[in-house]
């Protein structure tokens, strides 16, 4: 099993930045792709990006990218996810997923294998 804690969350003001991370411990060499989601009150998770296992390739939602960047330090099992010029619709809980195989910004929230339980990014206007 893989544990995914994610921190880093709070209100910011909108214009502001926030970077989340995402500690991984456990069986963490199983872990290949991993992924932020986010899911907003009455609508359902939604993909925010992914990356690959060397961090060489990254997919972002249009609706974040450009102002997001997603990153990971291996030898530290963390995952991170930068978040600039944040918008009041940015709101919403963050998830990190991890997953054995290989990710893109196609691959479902349920074909990730682990799930942490969130953190709570709040922008206001």
């Known amino acids: 099993q893989v544990q995914l804690v994610e921190s880093g969350g709070g209100l910011v003001q909108a214009g502001g930045s926030l970077r989340l991370s995402c500690a991984a411990s456990g069986r963490t060499f199983s872990v290949n792709g991993m992924g932020w989601f986010r899911q907003a009150p009455g609508k359902e998770r939604e993909f925010v990006a992914a990356?690959?296992?060397?961090?060489?390739?990254?997919y972002y939602a249009d609706s974040v990218k450009g102002r997001f960047t997603i990153s990971r330090d291996n030898a530290k099992n963390t995952l991170y996810l930068q978040m600039d010029s944040l918008k009041p619709e940015d709101t919403a809980v963050y998830y990190c997923a991890a997953r054995r195989g290989i990710v893109a910004d196609t691959t479902p929230p349920a074909d990730y294998d682990y799930w942490g339980r969130g953190t709570q990014v709040t922008v206001s206007s």
């Open positions: 990356i690959s296992w060397s961090g060489s390739v990254t």
